[in-house]
């Protein structure tokens, strides 16, 4: 199951943000404007908060909730980041050596980003966290830069992975096909 408190968002005075840009201070402040607005979305429209089962391939970036009745939610998806509450610690989906890097696209363009930005937290390919704010706040700076519709928090043994979200649709129940037998002309 997954953990969708996807919603506090740290304060960036918090990360040593005091000296950032004109620039920078409004894209990060959008950035958390257009989280929050987006996570909502999620649960209202598409149901986050009600699913039973969820799967990610990553060799496709084919990413599938599964609801009770049947319906399934589909979407293309990019490896954002992971997180180690254990560790106190967050590694970029593009930093870590266990993730396709077709499949961390996105998450190169968040680097991207933070280069353009001065943002060092973005460009560092493992960053220590406080706290579990600052998982939203990475998401938030995710968003911003790729353009995804949100972010899926899965649990993936001691890590949860951040997974950005594109494209999502609803696939109705699958009918089962009944065979129909004909019947000899006399």
């Known amino acids: 199951m997954s953990k ?3 919603n506090k968002v ?3 005075s918090d990360a040593g943000l005091e000296n950032l840009s004109p620039e920078a201070d409004a894209y990060l402040a959008g950035a958390l404007e257009d989280f929050n607005a987006r996570q ?3 649960k209202q429209e598409w149901h986050f908060d009600t699913y039973e089962r969820w799967g990610f391939e990553q060799l496709t970036g084919n990413f599938r909730l599964e609801f009770a009745d ?3 939610l589909l979407a293309e998806g990019q490896i954002l980041g992971s997180y180690s509450a254990t560790g106190n610690s967050w590694e970029w989906g593009w930093h870590n050596p266990y993730v396709d890097p077709a499949i961390a ?3 190169q363009k968040v680097k991207e980003a933070g280069e353009q930005l001065g943002l060092p937290y973005v460009t560092a390919g493992v960053v220590p966290v406080p706290n579990e704010d600052f998982v939203s706040f990475f998401c938030a700076i995710g968003l911003k830069a790729t353009g995804s519709v949100g972010v899926f928090r899965g649990s993936a ?3 949860d992975v951040m ?3 594109k494209n999502p649709r609803v696939v109705a129940k699958a009918v089962k096909a009944v065979k129909v037998s004909k019947k000899k002309a006399a």
């Open 40 to 42: 909502r979305a999620m």
């Open 70 to 72: 049947g319906r399934q």
């Open 10 to 12: 740290a304060n960036p």
């Open 105 to 107: 696209r996105d998450s």
């Open 4 to 6: 969708q408190h996807l």
């Open 163 to 165: 997974i950005l979200l």
């Open 157 to 159: 043994g001691p890590v």
